[in-house]
């Protein structure tokens, strides 16, 4: 691996006296696709919600080991979650626009964190372009998000968190609410978006996994029991346990 | 505006809304005690045991007689009255609501009971008094009407709203296989209603009553207006009454602030604010129990 | 034949019991406005009482009502909303929000003639605002603060929590998640509990008697310090206090009409906000 953009380290998370997430290391790296995959239950949202911070809302997580963005401790009290945020993006399993229109759904994040008033426009463009979306919106920017298709509301979704140029975008089953069309674009959508982030994947789907990502890692109960390339995991699988998984036997 | 900033705004953010939270705390606990501490003023200088034990609300007298007695009787008497009609009717008119009209049928009938509701209760007490009660007085052949029967009409009317409208949720909320069950096992419609459906919504039920014998204890204007102000122990439904809320509001006006007559209404105020209290506490244990039952 | 005659007396029971509910409504409203109608003149609500309350308006009263509500609303709304938030948005399952919703739940339930003795001990002496038309919106305040808290509790229950991921993962702090996104969305369920708790609050009487109403004042209120009229207050005092009760009846239908009809408007708002939202989702 080149360059290791964002890492856990004994990562153990809690509710209450559950514990969800067994003792996980995992690195991913720059420009890269990586696919969690595993049966429902088995951590793998949860794992990706620790990597931007989503557990601090909840009442009773607790969080052990470490999470680093490059050399920056995700966990560090001194780091504000809002910065943390906005250089680890992420996009959600159902489409969530903000009840704004078009336009809206991509300055909000942008005016929060202060970007020029004069660049903003610019940006919102491009974003919409990398996101495959500007050709249908362009001429309806002031149309409410909700209007829009279930498709093209998670690619508003996706130009949403693009347009704040993160390093890295999480994404929790960003297809699962979505026909197959819808599917397909989305996939193009997040190749192509390989080039300039570092991209981790929740998937329910293996063919989905196999299509798009560099590396493949599987969870099962709170672990993580096999991480290596798409085509290993896949093809050539160590455990037995991945072996069954990929294989259709369970989950 | 830099992002420490905007975390800072957050944080005292955050404060200021959980202060707000503890406030109504300390309203409640404020409330409570500033009617205790009056009271102990009242204690201190008049006859704690005549409080309880004596016969006469008299302050005007030159002993200055104190005796809740008959002020609670009138209150309890005018509560239970008024219980005594609304419970059924609130109660079968929930039932109806819930169980047999049709759905084009309770979305304009529960309008009616939210304007119900929503009637000030100084214009139920006119109505006591220009409507129920010469009324009353010519149904049952005396000089005036306003007496407790006038009152626990009116109560009724007021409770009426709260009793059908958390009676209704507690009859909804029983799950329909109880009621498929019961069909099932060959019993009418009837029978299920009445020995499944509204046994399970039991503790709703008493929610219900509960809150709205609350409501009932506790206001002031209808009895006030419609129940002739009559502090004397009743001894029938067409005795003139005098609740310790109408006692309060007719007699806190003009008395001198600090005076033993200002403690001693502090004094009855306390009781009725125990009262009421407890039996919120009781209607949501209840209301608690049918949550817990169904879920 | 029996079990017919049962079934027949159910319905009776039942259909019996809710229209004699929804004729309790309809005798009070057929009452109060085949009689008061005719008093309620442009010169009814325009004119101050004249001749020793016998003729003249309510105007007064009218402004007194609106001066209180308007207090209360400025008062117990920023404040309900506040505590609204911190529990729905920021407060953890714990034994203290368990003990500010058992505190907000018991405030609901204790008697407004009480909320009128504390407004009487607490803005009238302890804070030394005077019986004012200040110390009764507080006081109202105070009353529908439980209400308030509750109604936008819910309001705020209902916006899913996907909205609120949405800003957050962007890099939004909670309060810019709840001012930008969870406030506007909720705003007609907010509307429409602040409107009923208010058209609850104008008709209140008992906790504004020792606080600051007055059966008379000369002139309009112009300011928060002075004492006011107030509709409520105004037909208690007409309808038993008045020495010459008999003639000025039709001035007290009047005012109740006058008082039902603000209060219905207020709840045909907030049912108006509540319908126009449900079509919108």
């Known amino acids: 691996m080149d360059h290791v953009k964002l890492s856990a380290h004994n990562l153990n998370l809690f509710f209450g006296s559950k514990q969800i997430l067994k003792n996980i290391n995992i690195d991913f790296g720059e420009n890269q696709i990586t696919s969690l995959i595993g049966p429902s239950g088995c951590g793998k949202s949860t794992l990706l919600r620790c990597f931007n911070r989503m557990h601090d809302l909840s009442a009773d997580a607790r969080i052990e080991g470490t999470i680093q963005l490059n050399e920056l401790d995700v966990y560090d009290k001194k780091n504000p979650v809002t910065q943390i945020r906005k250089r680890i993006g992420m996009v959600f399993q159902k489409p969530n626009p903000l009840p704004k229109s078009i336009y809206e759904n991509l300055s909000y994040g942008l005016n929060i964190h202060q970007f020029p008033k004069d660049e903003i426009p610019g940006l919102i463009e491009s974003a919409l372009k990398e996101s495959y979306l500007w050709d249908e919106v362009k001429d309806e920017l002031k149309k409410p998000a909700v209007k829009l298709s279930g498709g093209q509301q998670q690619r508003l979704c996706i130009a949403r968190t693009v347009v704040l140029r993160p390093e890295v975008i999480l994404m929790d089953e960003p297809c699962s609410a979505l026909d197959p069309i819808s599917t397909r674009k989305i996939e193009e959508l997040i190749l192509s978006l390989r080039k300039d982030y570092t991209i981790v994947i929740v998937t329910h789907n293996m063919q989905q996994a196999q299509r798009i990502s560099d590396k493949v890692a599987f969870m099962y109960l709170g672990e993580l029991i096999e991480y290596d390339s798409t085509e290993n995991i896949f093809k050539n699988p160590r455990q037995e346990l991945t072996k069954n998984y990929v294989g259709g036997h369970f989950g | ?295 | 034949m029996k079990a017919r005659l049962i079934i027949f007396l159910n319905w009776f029971v039942l259909l019996g019991s809710t229209l004699l509910v929804c004729a309790v409504l309809g005798i009070i409203l057929v009452d109060i406005f085949s009689k008061g109608m005719s008093s309620v003149t442009w010169e009814f609500i325009s004119q101050p009482p004249a001749k020793g309350m016998t003729q003249g308006g309510i105007l007064p009263a009218i402004i007194g009502t609106l001066w209180l509500t308007l207090i209360t609303t400025l008062f117990a709304v920023p404040f309900g909303v506040a505590c609204a938030i911190y529990l729905n948005e920021y407060a953890f399952p714990s034994i203290l929000t368990n003990v500010i919703r058992a505190s907000i739940r018991n405030l609901a339930g204790v008697p407004s003639i009480i909320y009128g003795l504390f407004g009487l001990a607490l803005f009238v002496q302890a804070f030394r605002l005077g019986t004012s038309v200040l110390s009764a919106g507080l006081t109202l305040g105070l009353l529908s603060l439980p209400y308030i808290i509750t109604t936008t509790e819910e309001a705020l229950k209902r916006i899913p929590n996907s909205m609120r991921e949405a800003t957050l993962a962007l890099g939004a702090t909670q309060f810019e998640t709840i001012k930008d996104v969870v406030l506007p969305s909720a705003l007609p369920g907010i509307l429409t509990g602040v409107i009923l708790t208010l058209s609850r609050a104008a008709g209140e009487t008992a906790p504004i008697l020792f606080t600051g109403v007055a059966f008379y004042i000369n002139g309009l209120t112009s300011s928060v310090n002075q004492e006011f009229m107030a509709l409520p207050y105004h037909i208690y005092m007409l309808s038993t206090q008045h020495q010459s009760i008999e003639q000025v009846r039709p001035l007290a239908y009047g005012t109740s009409v006058v008082l039902i009809a603000m209060v219905f408007l207020l709840n045909l708002t907030a049912f108006y906000i509540r319908f126009k939202n449900r079509t919108q989702q």
Not at chain 2, 76 to 86: R, T
Not at chain 2, 242 to 260: N, S
């Open chain 2, 1 to 295: 505006m830099n992002a420490s900033k905007r975390e800072a705004i957050d944080r005292l953010l955050k404060m200021v809304f959980r202060a707000t939270g503890l406030v109504t705390i300390g309203l409640l606990g404020g409330i409570f005690f500033m009617l205790l501490f009056n009271s102990i003023a009242f204690f201190a200088k008049g006859n704690p045991i005549d409080f309880f034990t004596g016969s006469q609300w008299n302050p005007g007298s030159d002993a200055g007689n104190y005796s809740i007695l008959p002020l609670l009787a009138s209150t309890g008497f005018v509560a239970l009255g008024s219980m005594m009609i609304a419970v059924p009717l609130g109660i079968f008119t929930a039932t109806f609501l819930s169980e047999l009209a049709p759905d084009t049928l309770r979305t304009i009938l529960k309008p009616v009971i939210e304007m119900l509701a929503a009637i000030p209760s100084v214009a139920i007490g006119f109505l006591g008094i220009v409507l129920v009660g010469p009324a009353i007085a010519r149904v049952f052949g005396i000089q005036n009407g306003l007496n407790a029967l006038n009152g626990s009409i009116l109560l009724a009317i007021m409770a009426l709203p709260t009793i059908i409208t958390i009676s209704e949720d507690a009859i909804s909320a029983v799950p329909k296989t109880y009621k498929e069950a019961s069909l099932a096992l060959g019993a009418n419609k009837w029978a299920t209603l009445f020995q499944v459906t509204l046994p399970a919504a039991l503790p709703g039920l008493i929610a219900a009553v509960m809150l709205g014998l609350g409501r009932a204890l506790g206001e002031t204007m209808t009895v006030l207006m419609a129940t002739g102000n009559a502090a004397a122990l009743p001894k029938g439904f067409l005795d003139s009454i005098r609740t310790i809320t109408a006692t309060i509001a007719i007699e806190m006006g003009e008395v001198p602030y600090q005076t033993t007559h200002y403690f001693a209404l502090f004094a009855i105020a306390v009781v009725l604010f125990i009262i009421t209290l407890l039996i919120n506490l009781l209607g949501e244990f209840f209301a608690n129990r049918l949550r817990k039952f169904h879920a």
